[in-house]
């Protein structure tokens, strides 16, 4: 079978797949990532190139990687310096597109170089870039548009990043055993770093081409199927997914944030939905409990409510005292109001947040505090404080949806108290 | 590879020692150094006195001028270090992490240049 396809969009994918494996291949191999991760993109383009053109071949993987170690030798003969010391190893440079044993990709080829790019000595950014880039397969020119940074910067982000890598002597060894946990959490920090920028970003009238949860979800999917027992993969994974199949209902045509409580459940995808509350059953019959698992938890029990009002709260109430005694703070002290405020009443949420405005870090919560008091103070119908918290909510707000969801709020507050005089 | 780990404590936010303290962090050194000596990675290390007892140097437009103590505005300071040569970062942190005093201050971990890879890093 030397021809599949000469459709593009195939093209795209099985590169995207076959990519990150040749690379892993590579650098168990060759060891230097930089010129390897340099090698590898020459080597994408020319099978984007002569792929779509003559097919593709039976063994996409082996391709890339011939492809890759040509141009990797090219390089090291052109470079008027010294070889560095590792590739000097490996020379005389190949004669054939045979490979030996060495270069037949393994399974945790692509495990490795995860850990590698998400290693926690480099910073959130590089990590978050690489890992997408060096796993994820995409171009520097997607990350840079997902991010709304120019190209010049990302690029050179993933060039600083690599170079660390190389110069910091961060190995390619799968993580020791004492170390793996730490290793593996460090991994996880990144895939959901991912998920929550494009989250974040969530606009329907957006053009983008590269959804980030989509990645995110990609790459939590590929951990899973490497790390199958590892319960805080497949939470984060289930978390991921519940949220995705919750996204379309988050806006409405305007661009409005839609609260949960008055989300067309309609629009959720259940099927991933389902996916995810397998998930969540799965890990919380197995694993130790974890952050992951208890917020995949409460994602599930509102996903599974098949109206507002039949929401469990009592359920998500016990889960949120949980969370809080895993991740202390003010963030999830906020998130609880609300289904403090759900079981024990409006003012019961009150009091928790009321005793949140002189927390020490009250400012990192933002708008999300006044916010949140704002719908409180409404519902016991003190109407004047609702509006004040609203605006000043709105003041602090950075995002368009939930800003233009906290205007229709004040109006609707301000309606109702002239209403009243 | 080779490490450098940089010590660098803050003697104004270190707690004051009592003298069993004290005996307890050499003793902690101690076995750290003979560990990493039995190992093999120990390539070297000192401890360093005072920032009160050093000058620094630095020539400009060719006269050399001398001053007492480091920068004034350092709070932390160098107070030692030790040259290992482990099998990658990740054992490089491990042992950093070991480090008595990385309880008070910071360890730096910083990779040795490989003079041949100077070029490298310069561009």
Not at chain 1, 243 to 251: C, P, T
Not at chain 2, 88 to 97: F, G, I, P
Request: net charge negative; hydrophobic share 45%; aromatic share 6%.
């Amino acid at each position: 079978m030397s021809e599949r396809t000469r459709d593009p969009e195939p093209v795209e994918q099985l590169l995207r797949e076959h990519a990150p494996r040749a690379l892993g291949a590579l650098v168990r191999r060759y060891r230097n990532f930089e010129y390897t991760e340099d090698a590898m993109q020459e080597a994408v383009l020319s099978a984007w190139q002569t792929w779509s053109a003559s097919g593709v071949p039976g063994n996409p993987t082996g391709w890339l990687v011939t492809a890759a170690r040509h141009r990797l030798f090219d390089r090291l003969q052109h470079e008027d310096r010294r070889l560095d010391k590792e590739l000097a190893a490996w020379s005389p440079p190949p004669t054939t597109s045979a490979l030996d044993d060495e270069l037949t990709p393994l399974d945790d080829d692509e495990l490795r170089l995860i850990f590698m790019c998400c290693h926690p000595a480099l910073a959130d950014e590089p990590r978050v870039a690489l890992t997408l880039r060096a796993v994820g397969g995409l171009t520097t020119t997607e990350i840079a548009q997902a991010f709304l940074v120019p190209e010049a910067t990302m690029a050179q982000r993933i060039v600083r990043a690599k170079r660390k890598i190389v110069a910091a002597g961060i190995s390619f060894d799968l993580p020791a055993e004492e170390s793996l946990l730490r290793r593996t959490e460090a991994v996880l920090q990144v895939v959901y770093l991912i998920f929550n920028a494009g989250y974040a970003n969530t606009r329907g009238s957006d053009v983008v081409r590269v959804d980030l949860c989509h990645e995110a979800i990609r790459l939590g999917r590929l951990l899973h199927a490497l790390l199958p027992a590892d319960s805080t993969v497949a939470a984060l994974l289930a978390l991921m997914l519940l949220h995705d199949g919750r996204r379309i209902g988050r806006a409405d045509a305007a661009g409005r944030l839609v609260p949960l409580a008055a989300q067309d459940r309609a629009l959720w995808n259940r099927e991933q939905i389902a996916e995810g509350v397998r998930l969540v059953e799965q890990v919380l019959i197995d694993g130790p409990v974890g952050r992951y698992q208890i917020q995949a938890a409460i994602a599930a029990v509102h996903a599974e409510a098949a109206t507002a009002a039949e929401t469990d709260w009592p359920q998500i109430l016990a889960l949120y005292g949980i969370l809080e005694q895993l991740m202390p703070g003010p963030l999830v002290a906020l998130n609880r109001a609300v289904p403090v405020a759900e079981v024990n009443g409006p003012q019961a949420g009150l009091d928790i947040l009321d005793a949140l405005t002189t927390h020490p870090d009250a400012a990192t919560l933002g708008h999300r505090l006044p916010a949140a008091r704002g719908h409180l103070l409404e519902r016991l119908g003190r109407l004047e404080e609702a509006a004040a918290a609203y605006r000043k909510a709105a003041a602090l707000c950075p995002s368009v949806a939930e800003l233009r969801y906290l205007e229709t709020r004040l109006h609707a507050v301000d309606a109702d108290l002239r209403g009243a005089e | 590879m080779r490490y450098l780990l940089l010590i660098y404590t803050n003697p104004t936010t270190r707690p004051s020692l009592t003298k069993e303290q004290n005996d307890a962090l050499s003793n902690d050194y101690w076995t750290f150094t003979k560990e990493i000596t039995a190992s093999g990675e120990m390539v070297g290390g000192e401890a360093l006195t005072g920032v009160d007892t050093a000058s620094t140097v630095r020539v400009r437009d060719g006269k050399a001028g001398i001053t007492d103590g480091p920068f004034a505005e350092t709070k932390e300071h160098l107070a030692g270090y030790y040259l290992v040569d482990v099998k990658d970062l990740d054992r490089a942190l491990e042992l950093a992490a070991k480090i008595p005093d990385v309880a008070f201050g910071s360890v730096e971990v910083r990779p040795i240049m490989d003079m041949g890879d100077a070029a490298d890093a310069s561009m």
